[in-house]
């Protein structure tokens, strides 16, 4: 759906989508005086290559087509998805994400030309956009007070701070709406992962437990899990207004006090009696335990045809060819399933759930 209102962010993810629209119709000029490449390393004709791998871009060969097989790999492969030129990079202007600051610099690569055509073609004309033809625009203030709910990662949009409880009372709201699913606790329940474990991501073998990740080893910001929260959870009534505003931040304020996120840089931890609200959420944003280690992943992805017989040794079990010998993915080291996280952490006995029921 497109708003017929103009926002700053809006705007801005415009300014993404129809410059690298317009980079890549001005790469047609730099064709026509080049003939085959853009700037000396890219096959100025990536569109026409794509669309007749019926839209295929990532494909290992359309990649090779358009990037050359030398610079679709390896180090160079690397080195080439830092440039802001490269149809395939995912670098993004300072001035769309306000700086290189983590996983925001990544975007939608320009060899993603189905997005920037749509976008190019749809952004600017909101009267006259319609969705296939099915129902009516909604209406602005339906919009506004219902669905308008998104926290940016500097806060804009969280509520007021007057809107909030105390940490024990977005603990009894956690109880009831969320602990059926997640343990009262946080340590996960019927199944579902847990929010809140005293475990490190990082695994020293091949044969140990997958690593749990959970809000406090793994979520990054804050502000970005009291969004997710109020826009999904609980699963069967999202956004619930039973819940409201200052229930969502009194739950989030009782998980992060479950998962010791401090409050300021000398450790200070939140009490069952503190008033939970946006200024404490936006302090525990600075110290969330694993924000420094996102970052966007630049290696090309490559897809290998399905070998189904007469594969090659290294397609094979351990790499040289035996069948026999080979790890099986979400399993532990003695053959049993890692299903249920109480019981991977020792805590419950076989079954599913609390203590087996």
Same mark, same amino acid.
């Given at each position: 759906?497109?708003n017929?209102?103009?926002t700053?962010v ?8 129809t410059?690298s629209?317009?980079a890549m ?12 490449k853009?700037?000396?390393k890219?096959a100025a004709n990536?569109?026409e290559?794509i669309?007749k791998?019926?839209g295929?871009?990532l ?5 090779e087509a358009?990037?050359g097989k030398d610079?679709?790999h ?8 830092l440039?802001?030129?490269n149809?395939y990079?995912f670098?993004?202007?300072?001035s769309i994400?306000?700086?290189n600051?983590?996983n925001?610099?990544c975007?939608i690569?320009?060899a993603?030309?189905?997005v920037?055509?749509n976008?190019?073609?749809n ?7 319609v969705?296939?033809g099915?129902?009516t625009?909604?209406?602005e203030?339906a919009?506004q007070a219902k669905?308008? $709910?998104?926290?940016d990662?500097d @806060?804009?949009?969280l509520? !007021?701070? /007057?809107?909030g409880? &105390?940490?024990?009372e977005g603990?009894k709201?956690y ?5 059926m ?5 946080g340590?996960?329940?019927k199944?579902y992962l847990?929010?809140?474990?005293d ?6 073998s091949?044969?140990?437990?997958a690593?749990?990740?959970a809000?406090?080893n793994f979520?990054?910001?804050?502000v970005t ?5 109020r826009?999904t959870m ?10 409201g505003d200052a229930g969502?931040?009194g ?7 479950s998962n010791? $996120?401090?409050i300021?840089a000398? @450790?200070?931890e939140l009490? !069952?009696? /503190?008033?939970?609200? &946006?200024e404490?959420l936006m302090?525990q944003?600075?110290?969330?335990k694993n924000q420094g280690n ?5 290696r090309?992805v490559?897809?290998?045809a399905?070998?189904?017989?007469n594969?090659?040794d290294e397609q094979?079990g ?8 080979f ?13 249920n ?5 020792n ?5 599913v759930?609390?203590?087996?029921m």
């Amino acid at each position: 759906m497109f708003n017929t209102k103009k926002t700053i962010v809006a705007a801005s993810i415009a300014t993404l989508f129809t410059g690298s629209a317009m980079a890549m119709s001005g790469s047609s000029d730099k064709a026509a005086a080049t003939a085959e490449k853009i700037d000396g390393k890219y096959a100025a004709n990536y569109e026409e290559i794509i669309r007749k791998a019926d839209g295929k871009y990532l494909d290992k060969e359309v990649i090779e087509a358009i990037l050359g097989k030398d610079a679709a790999h390896g180090r160079d492969g690397l080195e080439g998805k830092l440039d802001p030129n490269n149809p395939y990079s995912f670098e993004v202007a300072d001035s769309i994400d306000g700086g290189n600051h983590g996983n925001a610099q990544c975007k939608i690569p320009a060899a993603f030309i189905d997005v920037h055509d749509n976008a190019k073609a749809n952004y600017y004309h909101d009267a006259d956009y319609v969705a296939r033809g099915f129902g009516t625009p909604i209406a602005e203030s339906a919009v506004q007070a219902k669905w308008n $709910i998104t926290v940016d990662g500097d @806060g804009r949009g969280l509520p !007021d701070p /007057t809107v909030g409880m &105390s940490v024990e009372e977005g603990g009894k709201l956690y109880v009831q709406f969320c602990g059926m699913c997640h343990g009262e606790f946080g340590e996960g329940a019927k199944g579902y992962l847990p929010l809140a474990v005293d475990s490190n991501l990082v695994t020293s073998s091949f044969d140990d437990p997958a690593p749990i990740k959970a809000v406090g080893n793994f979520w990054p910001y804050a502000v970005t899990f009291f969004d997710y929260i109020r826009r999904t959870m609980p699963f069967w009534t999202p956004n619930a207004p039973f819940i409201g505003d200052a229930g969502y931040m009194g739950i989030t304020g009782y998980i992060m006090q479950s998962n010791y $996120i401090p409050i300021d840089a000398q @450790g200070t931890e939140l009490e !069952d009696d /503190t008033f939970y609200n &946006s200024e404490l959420l936006m302090k525990q944003n600075k110290f969330m335990k694993n924000q420094g280690n996102f970052f966007c992943d630049h290696r090309p992805v490559i897809h290998n045809a399905r070998c189904m017989e007469n594969c090659a040794d290294e397609q094979v079990g351990d790499g040289t060819g035996n069948i026999q010998n080979f790890k099986q993915a979400r399993r532990l080291p003695d053959g049993t399933p890692q299903y249920n996280v109480p019981q991977r952490m020792n805590e419950d006995p076989p079954g599913v759930g609390h203590s087996g029921m």
